[in-house]
């Protein structure tokens, strides 16, 4: 028998996979087209780089989406967002695949990324409705390493679908995922919103709980932490073909095969992270990782000059070790104080992040430098900027829980 949105839930396989599933639905439909960019540009009659409009077209439309998803899920409940933007990623995917000019692609992007950020948002949300503290910790961390699982992995599988069947068949694969994951939402869990936690839509209502959300310290601090982190991880992911392809030397293959074996790291940091928080709370165990974060992006750019493969898998190692600290922990005291509109929260976050995502790629892609210092550079900054944004987070816990005791 399903449980009611109000029972207590207990944290099993099905639960991390579902919300695995949705948050991941946006890296995985950007990352696994990425291998069959020469086939698309050909079969569409355009030029390689004209694709990056695929891009960008899905990050904004994913962004700004999000922003509605939020205060529409918690005014309506989780469910009926859920299952009506995995309605529409599927529709989106449908309309790239059966595209026949690079217009209509777009349009099918756009789509696909207006149904991926309600996923997104509400995987978040629903964590924060059934889960408190460690538990919410515990998931988040896990919900993280399926995030980094997704753009590490999916080019190796865009390219094995691409090899096989096609670039069309790579969004028919996606869009039947997402069919079978909103099937499986049904059967298996449904509403998860408290019945009383419902919270009332006006346009002015949102914006004001918007602008409050961006002025409450317990949230912004966290969020912009959290989101600095992501960004350079995207700037990481968009120049990557220009440092290990054009400079290095690597092959596509080879490529794909670096961004899965990345993944691992990111696996270990995720099940490390909530361990950390038990030993030194989960503020100092951010902290921590956004140390890490900053080495590993002074390591690269310390040894830009003269790049290799060790130097950039160095510090990239020490980046994702600390990100994978730092972004579960960072998202939970982000959300933690705010379940009564915990969509609205995770709408906001998910909008930083993926504002933040489009100016780390942009930023290490249009820098007047070679592309492993643009990107030394950009990453140094973000993880310095991500350190400096969540010491009054420290400062403020510091004297919460002194003036407890």
Partial sequence: MKPTSDSPRVLTGSILFLLAG????GSLATNVILPVFPSMSASLGVEPRDLGLTLSSFFIAFALGQLFVGPLADRFGRMPLVVGGLVTFVAGSALCALSQTLDILILGRVIQALGACAASVL?????RDLFDGEALARVLALIMIAMAAAPGFSPLVGTGLGALLG???IFAGVGLFALALGIFYLRSMGETQPSNAKQPLRFRTVVVAYAALARDRRFIYPALSVSLTIGMLFAFFATAPAILISELGLTGLQLALYFAATVFIVFGAGFLAPRLARRWGQSWAVMIGAVIALIGSLVILTLAASPSLLSITAGL???LLGMGFLNPLGTAITLQPFSHNAGLASALLGFL???CAAIGA???SVLPLPPTTALAATMTVGSALALLV???VIVRLTHTKVALS
């Fill in 167 to 169: 670039w069309r068949f």
């Fill in 362 to 364: 942009t930023a290490a």
């Fill in 317 to 319: 190692g020490l980046f």
């Fill in 123 to 127: 995987a978040r949300a629903i964590a």
């Fill in 22 to 25: 949705l948050a991941a639905m």
């Fill in 353 to 355: 992040q993926m504002a």
């Fill in 390 to 392: 969540f010491i009054p």
